[in-house]
């Protein structure tokens, strides 16, 4: 149990696009969702904490109107990166907590981001 | 704010041997939980361990224990009988117990390498 998927798993885009990345809890209610940026051989920075039904909460110096972030129900939340550029490059990892449960956050598998 | 430090960026044992890994984290707060998760090189995000920070007694999950110092702000992961299944990078992770402020903050991360 708590799986959490994630699609695409890769995705390469043209500069000025818009790429939308799902994060899905397959098996269980995730009231928060949290995403992550990891630039290669780096951490993982926490980008924002999204909640079922409300706005997203953006970490300090992440853009929210460049990092769009929608949790419209309890198994699915969106990360949208508009008009992306080379720099937005990096590999983005969700994860989700259970409904109830504060303890433990169940990662995706992540989706790697390549802008050309 | 809470950091995370892991002084480590990469590390070897011989297959069957026992390594430690160092984390130290720095916080003003009295509950919270720390973690250690593996990340191998699917990059998928593990789970390792967890220590809640109001319980004495080190967590212990098979061939892998924590040394959990709460006054020195210590939290080192031991891994006995090493396996090839070990390599990967190891993260330590700081979150808070406080309610709405359940996101982790992690170290820089340690490189596993095990030698046959």
């Known amino acids: 149990g708590a799986v959490v998927s994630q699609h695409p798993s890769w995705v390469i885009c043209k500069s000025g696009t818009s790429v939308k990345i799902e994060c899905r809890s397959l098996?269980?209610?995730?009231?928060?969702m949290f995403w992550y940026r990891q630039f290669p051989k780096q951490s993982l920075m926490l980008m924002a904490t999204s909640n079922e039904g409300s706005k997203a909460t953006y970490e300090q110096g992440v853009e929210k109107d460049k990092f769009l972030i929608n949790h419209a129900s309890l198994t699915l939340s969106t990360l949208t990166v508009t008009s992306a550029h080379p720099e937005d490059s990096s590999f983005y990892i969700c994860s989700a907590r259970i409904a109830g449960d504060r303890n433990e956050q169940f990662f995706g598998p992540g989706t790697r981001l390549t802008v050309l | 704010a809470q950091t995370v430090t892991q002084s480590q960026p990469e590390m070897s044992v011989q297959e069957a041997e026992t390594v430690t890994l160092s984390c130290t984290y720095d916080t003003s707060e009295s509950d919270y939980y720390l973690f250690w998760y593996k990340q191998p090189p699917s990059r998928q995000m593990i789970l390792v361990i967890r220590?809640?920070?109001?319980?004495?007694q080190n967590a212990t999950e098979n061939r892998f224990s924590v040394n959990f110092q709460k006054a020195a702000k210590s939290f080192s992961l031991k891994i006995s009988d090493s396996q090839l299944g070990d390599a990967a990078m190891y993260f330590c992770a700081y979150r808070s117990a406080n309610f709405g402020n359940e996101k982790l903050t992690f170290g820089t991360g340690t490189r596993l390498t095990i030698i046959p």
């Open positions: 220590q809640e920070a109001y319980k004495q």
């Open positions: 098996d269980f209610q995730a009231t928060t």
